[in-house]
């Protein structure tokens, strides 16, 4: 199972990036915003940065929902890094896109995806990743977790070469669900990530060892 971080803040992709277990970055623009990069230049260069620091696979959302806007910007994006992989909405102009980006050779990756019905339409389209949002999913009492499980299913049967990536994770159970039922790809916030480490038997049977080797020299 590839292991990517969700956020566009530079810090949390460095330390992430330290570890060597860090396969892409997915941002979106609510992840830009919050970091306070405003303006097309000043977007592209953030880009830039993320595609050098994690050297992976960088997920750049397109904001036009209309297909031209849609493959202009897709265009734009991918130019900026080879890393680069565009994400494009959920939408019926996406899914044209996605199958127009595929023959052009630019890598995407599906976003706001919610339904199995969504994802075999991104899939037929020939987006390299689907994105289900499986927090977003568990908010309106739906099962997030049980979504993954079905297109798993769905996609190894009929060999979609789509990689199913599991976005929108809240907790390190998530991640574990998502690798049980077959996620090709797991993307979560930097918060989820660092609570990955913490186990309290852990702790304690560190600092047991610790106070051992001490007391006896
Ligand atoms: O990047 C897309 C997705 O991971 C968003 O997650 O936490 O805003 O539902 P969240």
Same mark, same amino acid.
């Given at each position: 199972?590839? @292991? @990517? /971080? =969700?956020?566009?803040?530079?810090?949390?992709?460095?330390?992430?990036?330290?570890? +060597?277990?860090?396969?892409? *970055?997915?941002?979106? #623009?609510?992840?830009?915003?919050k970091e306070g990069i405003r303006g097309d230049d000043a977007v592209h260069a953030h880009y830039r940065k993320i595609c050098e620091l994690a050297d992976a =696979?960088? !997920?750049?959302?397109?904001? +036009?929902?209309? @297909?031209?806007?849609?493959?202009?910007?897709a265009e734009t994006l991918a130019a900026l890094d #080879?890393? %680069?992989? *565009?994400? /494009?909405?959920?939408?019926p102009d996406g899914v044209r896109a996605l199958h127009a980006l595929r023959e052009k050779g630019i890598r995407t990756n599906c976003t706001l995806v919610f339904s199995a019905?969504?994802?075999?339409?991104?899939?037929?389209? +020939?987006a390299d990743y689907i994105s289900p @949002?499986?927090?977003?999913?568990?908010? %309106?009492?739906?099962q997030g977790v049980e979504l993954i499980r079905r297109l798993t299913w769905i996609f =190894?049967?009929? !060999?979609f070469d789509s990689e199913i990536l599991a976005a929108s994770i809240r907790s390190p159970l998530h991640v574990v669900q998502c690798a049980e039922v077959g996620a090709d790809v797991v993307?979560? #916030?930097y918060a989820v990530f660092e609570a990955m480490f913490r186990h309290p038997l852990t702790d304690a049977g560190l600092e047991k060892f610790l106070r051992d080797y001490h007391t006896s020299h």
């Open positions: 199972m590839k @292991f @990517f /971080i =969700d956020t566009a803040n530079i810090g949390q992709i460095e330390r992430a990036a330290d570890f +060597g277990i860090l396969d892409g *970055v997915t941002t979106n #623009p609510s992840l830009m915003a =696979d960088v !997920s750049a959302e397109v904001i +036009g929902t209309d @297909f031209r806007d849609m493959m202009r910007e #080879p890393r %680069i992989v *565009v994400k /494009i909405p959920m939408l019905a969504q994802a075999l339409l991104a899939a037929k389209a +020939g @949002f499986i927090g977003r999913f568990d908010d %309106i009492a739906e =190894d049967h009929y !060999s993307t979560c #916030p």
